[in-house]
């Protein structure tokens, strides 16, 4: 037998050529279990009556093999592929992962699968992000808010899928919406600080006026205040994102700038945090001399020195009610919750608020 010297490596082998590699079929899957295409059909598809014994099979064999089957040409006849659009404004704010949990949790057992694009809380990105992911023929998509362009407004009523609005209910949701009323959130801020006496009040905000659920929380926190005759005596926004040395910063900007201040209202836990580390390092004593607030109830901020007053804002629940919303109508059922959905959030006062 003659061998070319390329051939041979330096332990004077001949080596073996790799074999081609091809998408592996269900006949593949069938040879490897020996169970029948159809079978093994139903098997992946999680269809039919199969026994357990015979559905391992199959199953050991998909995975020995590294098989993945090819949604494509299901989805050619459907016109729809398993996966939920879940848009959202950042990963960098920490509410949104913890909506992202309860919206994965709900659909692990549906055969559906999220999928998540990023706007920046910019409207044309949004619109990018929508039009490329409904492209894909999405089951459904889960968004963030209420308001969006005008283009991204028509994308998602001429869709065609069930379309859930998340984390507002103030406003005219496309289908279905699932959330809290954020002037609602703010004007309970407003009566609790108004009650323990607070007159002389700061607001601090970010991603204002692009984050619009911030902003309605600042309209109706400053309406109840000025029922009662008290004004906002001073007020801040900048448009990074949510960050403790932020909130330091902008903190010391305004005591500086309003020392007279006795409650500082933050729009997020986190500048809020920041906050209250400044005004502690600097011996201001809180609630007594300064009191603060923020919003959304981030557990991640459980150990600091003294407990942020803040309202939880149903993060986990918001995913897992929109989601649900989409897997009962993928399978054709009637949904068990309403369209619009208003959920309660909870105050809590922790250290930081007097109560009355």
């Known amino acids: 037998m003659l061998f070319n010297n390329a051939a041979f490596q330096n332990t004077g082998r001949p080596t073996v050529t790799n074999p081609i590699k091809r998408p592996l079929t269900l006949r593949d899957v069938s040879e490897a279990s020996g169970v029948s295409e159809m079978t093994v059909s139903r098997v992946l598809r999680n269809k039919g009556d199969v026994s357990e014994a015979t559905r391992r099979k199959v199953q050991d064999a998909a995975k020995r093999l590294g098989y993945v089957p090819n949604r494509i040409a299901g989805a050619l006849a459907s016109q729809r592929v398993n996966l939920v659009a879940v848009i959202i404004p950042s990963f960098g704010n920490m509410v949104f992962p913890e909506v992202l949990s309860g919206i994965s949790e709900t659909l692990e057992d549906t055969g559906l699968q999220p999928v998540v694009g990023v706007t920046d809380y910019l409207p044309e990105k949004e619109e990018h992000v929508l039009f490329e992911m409904l492209s894909w023929r999405p089951s459904g998509v889960i968004i963030a808010g209420l308001e969006h362009s005008e283009a991204s407004r028509?994308?998602?009523?001429?869709?065609?899928?069930?379309?859930?609005?998340?984390?507002?209910?103030?406003g005219e949701p496309v289908d279905a919406c699932v959330g809290i009323s954020h002037r609602r959130a703010g004007r309970i801020m407003a009566e609790e600080i108004i009650a323990a006496g607070y007159k002389r009040i700061g607001f601090m905000g970010t991603k204002m006026p692009l984050d619009h659920r911030a902003r309605k929380r600042f309209e109706g926190f400053t309406r109840t205040l000025a029922k009662s005759g008290i004004e906002i005596a001073d007020q801040e926004f900048y448009s990074g994102g949510s960050a403790l040395a932020k909130g330091r910063e902008m903190t010391?900007?305004?005591?500086?700038?309003?020392?007279?201040?006795?409650?500082?209202?933050?729009?997020?836990?986190?500048?809020?945090?920041?906050?209250?580390?400044?005004?502690?390092?600097?011996?201001?004593?809180?609630?007594?001399?300064?009191?603060?607030?923020?919003?959304?109830?981030?557990?991640?901020?459980?150990?600091?020195?003294?407990?942020?007053?803040?309202?939880?804002?149903?993060?986990?629940?918001?995913?897992?009610?929109?989601?649900?919303?989409?897997?009962?109508?993928?399978?054709d059922e009637v949904p068990a919750d309403e369209k619009i959905i208003t959920l309660t959030p909870k105050l809590a006062f922790g250290d930081t608020l007097r109560r009355s």
């Open 154 to 170: 028509q994308m998602l009523m001429q869709a065609g899928i069930p379309v859930v609005e998340i984390m507002d209910v103030d």
């Open 252 to 331: 010391a900007k305004m005591i500086e700038r309003t020392p007279d201040l006795d409650f500082l209202y933050y729009s997020n836990d986190m500048i809020g945090a920041g906050g209250l580390l400044y005004l502690l390092e600097k011996g201001i004593d809180v609630p007594g001399q300064m009191g603060l607030a923020g919003f959304n109830g981030v557990e991640l901020l459980d150990g600091l020195p003294l407990q942020l007053a803040t309202m939880d804002a149903c993060r986990r629940d918001i995913g897992a009610r929109s989601a649900r919303i989409i897997a009962a109508q993928h399978a």
